[in-house]
């Protein structure tokens, strides 16, 4: 079996430099640690769970617990999560594991049994809603932890983020300097701190531009094409005054604005504009579009490398000094064929 000191003879590192890496000390370089993970790989290392285990007082595994059925496409974004984070988790020696539960499980039950388990040294929150409370069971609880989003604008606690109030201004701005004034919105469900801030950030814009805000052509939905399909048709049912721009908040409902809109022969651009916020999820590409989508795009990757990178941080140095668990990630513009002027 490889052992620590024939992992140090096969890269030249000292025992205490590999030891260090592979817990993920904060001493030691991203450079470094890449390097000893490949080295780990390569030889087939592996570290004697138990005995760190008693060592530090930590079961190296951490959690992330997520209500109801993983269903496809639906849950695409999800499953990209947590596939990514368990990759990533994996890489820096740690066990990741995925707990499901029924939808309308007590979430202070369930979050309790977790934490007083003593089985998981952190946890990972996603799917936030305004002001969660899962945070303060997490903080009253005192353990390590992170989240995919933020749970308000003004968030104390560990995350990653991209910041969802400029991406919609950015997109209704694009909109509006296009010469559109009737803008729809095909945006998360409701209840979600990211739909949320995207409808602050839409509603911004059209009041820095002195346009009024509609309610009736904000539609709140799962972002699915599907329900993007069946949402752009609503937008457009007889007897509405019809937009000439719709916002949506993923590519999926897009995919599915775009065939509502080819049903009822409307053309995009010259018709309706469409613009969205892309993930870089795995399976579809913005560009092969037809025309191409015009977009903000944030990978999803991003996330979770910074997540694990973060709870990992948690754990070793504890929670104190928040800014150093935190990121806002910024987004790029990429215009393309699906916006026009009105």
């Known amino acids: 079996m490889t052992t620590l000191k024939d992992l140090s003879r096969h890269l030249g590192i ?3 430099q590999i030891s260090r890496a592979l817990n993920d000390h904060s001493d030691v370089s991203e450079a470094t640690k890449e390097r000893v993970r490949r080295g780990a790989k390569e030889l087939g290392y592996s570290a004697n769970r138990s005995a760190r285990s008693l060592k530090t007082g930590r079961s190296g595994m951490v959690s992330l617990i997520r209500a109801g059925h993983l269903t496809f496409p639906s849950d695409l974004a999800a499953l990209d999560i947590i596939s990514g984070l368990s990759m990533e988790f994996s890489a820096r020696d740690i066990q990741f594991a995925l707990q499901m539960t029924d939808q309308d499980a007590d979430v202070e039950t369930i979050y309790g049994k977790a934490i007083g388990s003593g089985s998981f040294d952190g946890f990972v ?9 899962r945070i303060d069971i997490m903080e009253k609880a005192g353990v390590p932890y992170v989240t995919h989003g933020r749970a ?21 701005e694009h909109l509006i300097g296009l010469g559109h004034r009737r803008i729809a919105m095909l945006n998360g469900p409701k209840g979600y701190a990211y739909a949320q801030r995207r409808l602050e950030g839409y509603q911004a814009a059209l009041r820095e531009a002195g346009l009024p805000f509609n309610n009736s052509l904000v539609i709140h939905c799962t972002m699915t094409e599907a329900k993007g399909s069946v949402a752009t048709a609503q937008l457009f049912a007889e007897g509405r005054e019809r937009p000439t721009g ?6 999926f409902l897009a995919r599915g604005a ?26 579809i590409r913005t560009s092969a579009f037809y025309p191409a989508l015009t977009v903000t795009r944030s990978p999803f990757e991003r996330g979770w490398k910074a997540l694990s ?10 929670m104190d000094d928040r800014s150093r668990l935190q990121e806002v990630a910024d987004f790029e513009f990429i215009e393309r064929a699906s916006t026009a002027r009105a």
């Not at 973060?310 to 140095?317: G, Q, R, S, T, V």
Request: proline share 4%; charged share 20%.
């Open 258 to 283: 775009y065939s509502s809109l080819e049903a009822l022969q409307l053309s995009v651009p010259s018709d309706v504009s469409i613009i969205a916020h892309d993930d870089v999820l795995s399976n």
């Open 14 to 16: 000292s025992v205490t």
């Open 152 to 172: 308000s604008a003004e968030a104390k606690h560990p995350f990653f983020d991209i910041d969802n109030f400029a991406v919609a201004k950015w997109h209704t």
């Open 125 to 133: 929150l996603i799917d936030l809603i305004e002001n969660d409370p």
């Open 309 to 318: 990178r973060f709870l990992c941080d948690a754990i070793e140095n504890g």
């Open 246 to 251: 719709i916002i949506c908040a993923n590519v």
